[in-house]
């Protein structure tokens, strides 16, 4: 990422959410990406998924600017090399825990989709629950599910935005410590946005931004 800036403007004037960010994250990395609400660190992370756009600056993924791609290039990027948590795990309340996994699968058209999601659940302690809703899951069940929907695919990149923040104590605890395993086991590089110094803890690097700034 280099020189990333990102401005809005509206009929009060124009308020500066970026300034001049410039990081590199080496491949299997941890990253806390750790600030203030409002200070710009979840505007960071949806440009580095390429979900919003920057004024100007440049975000490489590969060595190739996600910017100079189309639309659909840069969907079909995520699609291939990304995975996604939530806070407010973001599952599909129609389709059962198993059917959600499976959605990165079958998207990319995996022709064991159905296998691969069930043994990605079974290693998250889902293995009984596949067949329920997320409306009959926990709040830790379903990060759960969030999880195996994340690195079922492999992801090259895992993007995280306060992944325990709708969770308790205990229960942030122990999806931290799943999602860090499940890290490690596969070599992805994760970039997580936290205000919570315990979850920042775990990762090995800190990025802190404040009004917009890396410092």
């Known amino acids: 990422m280099e020189k990333v800036c990102?401005?809005?403007?509206?009929?009060?004037?124009t308020l500066d959410i970026l300034r001049d960010v410039e990081f590199e994250v080496p491949a299997g990395q941890t990253v806390a990406i750790v600030g203030a609400s409002g200070s710009g660190k979840s505007t960071l992370l949806s440009i580095i998924a390429g979900l919003d756009t920057p004024t100007s600056g440049t975000v490489k993924l590969?060595?190739?600017?996600?910017?100079?791609?189309?639309?659909?290039?840069r969907?079909?990027?995520?699609a291939r090399k990304m995975g996604f948590v939530f806070q407010s795990f973001q599952l599909l309340g129609h389709l059962t825990a198993l059917e959600n996994a499976m959605l990165p699968l079958e998207l990319a058209g995996h022709r064991h989709a159905r296998r691969t999601a069930a043994?990605?659940?079974?290693?998250v302690g889902l293995g009984q629950r596949m067949s329920h809703y997320p409306k009959?899951?926990?709040?830790g069940e379903q990060q759960r599910v969030a999880l195996a929907r994340a690195f079922v695919a492999q992801p090259q990149v895992l993007l995280a935005d306060e992944p325990t923040g709708s969770l308790d104590f205990a229960t942030g605890e122990t999806i931290m410590a799943l999602m860090m395993d499940l890290n490690r086991e596969l070599g992805t590089t994760l970039l997580v946005v936290t205000h919570d110094p315990g979850v920042a803890s775990r990762c090995e690097r800190h990025l802190t931004v404040e009004a917009g700034r890396l410092r």
Do not use: C, P, W, Y
């Not at 009959?136 to 709040?139: A, I």
């Open 6 to 13: 990102k401005s809005v403007t509206d009929s009060t004037g």
């Open 62 to 73: 590969d060595g190739h600017d996600i910017f100079d791609m189309s639309e659909d290039a």
């Open 75 to 78: 969907a079909a990027l995520r």
């Open 119 to 123: 043994d990605m659940l079974g290693r």
């Open 136 to 139: 009959v899951l926990s709040g």
